[in-house]
C-alpha cells in the first residue's frame, strides 16, 4: 500500500482519504500524509471498504478467491472503478480487448479476511440497491 500512496501527489491523497473516509488534514506534510492513510488502510480496512461500490468490492472478493498476483481477464468497462483508479487492484490494459486486473500480495493481505464483511454489510443497509438505481 505505501508504493501507492507514495506515488500520489498531496492532493490526490487528500481526495483519496475523503473518498475511503478518513480525514487528511490538508496542513499536513505530504509526508505525513502518506503514513497517516498508510496506518487507516492498515488498520481500518473494514471501515474504507465500507466506502468502495459494489463494483469494486465484487471485484476485489473475485480477486481474493483467485489469490495475490493471480490475473482475471475483463472485458473493459463503461468506467473506471475507484479500486483501480487509486490502485487498490492493480490493472494492466495494453491488450486492446481485455483488461487484466490482480490484487498486489500487501493488498491481497490487507482485504482477504475483511472483504466478506464489507459486501455483507452494503447488502444489509441498502447501499447497493440505492447504487443500482443510481447507476
Known sequence: MLEI???LTKSDLVEMGDIFGAEIPVRLKRK???TSLEDYFSNCCKTWLTYMLERDLKLIKELVTKGPGVSVFQEYPDYMSI?????VVESD???GNFKKVWLSEDIYNLVKDQIDAAIEDGEKNGRFEVE???L
Open 32 to 34: 505525513e500524509m502518506v
Open 5 to 7: 500512496l507514495t506515488s
Open 83 to 87: 479500486a483501480e483508479y487509486y490502485g
Open 132 to 134: 443500482r438505481i443510481a
Open 93 to 95: 490494459d495494453s491488450d
